[in-house]
């Protein structure tokens, strides 16, 4: 059974940092993993993605500089990957979601757009105060 688990998400002060946790288990093989959010009442939208492999790796243009995405660790079938924030700003406040893709993309482009990920976690909630 795949699950997909964000963690670490809290109130926190403007220019502030916080990181996230995303655990997907029960998945062998995985092709990459994604971050994406969605602010009240605004459509979900890409922040972060990286391959399994490392080599592709993507940033939403509003937090690029401030949010690092890690590497994705595997052990067995349980998948981890991280996200870190920095410098957080008001408009960084959302709900955080992780996402899975286990299979290859012509193009790793694609990560950047949710209907390419297979499994999805509830989300985590990030709350940046002023």
């Known amino acids: 059974q795949v699950q997909v688990v964000e963690s670490g998400g809290r109130l926190v002060q403007a220019g502030g940092s916080l990181r996230l946790s995303c655990a997907a288990s029960?998945?062998?093989?995985?092709?990459?993993m994604g971050w994406f959010r969605q602010a009240p009442g605004k459509e979900r939208e890409f922040v972060a993605a990286i391959t399994r492999s490392g080599d592709s790796t993507y940033y939403a243009d509003s937090v690029k500089g401030r949010f690092t995405i890690s590497s994705i660790s595997s052990d067995n079938a349980k998948n981890t990957v991280y996200l870190q924030m920095n410098r957080l700003k008001s408009e960084d406040t959302a709900a955080y979601f992780c996402?899975?893709?286990?299979?290859?993309?012509?193009?790793?482009?694609?990560?950047?757009?949710?209907?390419?990920?297979?499994?999805w976690g509830q989300g985590t909630q990030v709350t940046v105060s002023p």
């Open positions: 996402a899975v893709r286990f299979a290859a993309l012509s193009t790793d482009n694609l990560l950047k757009y949710e209907d390419y990920y297979s499994y």
């Open positions: 029960g998945i062998l093989n995985i092709y990459a």
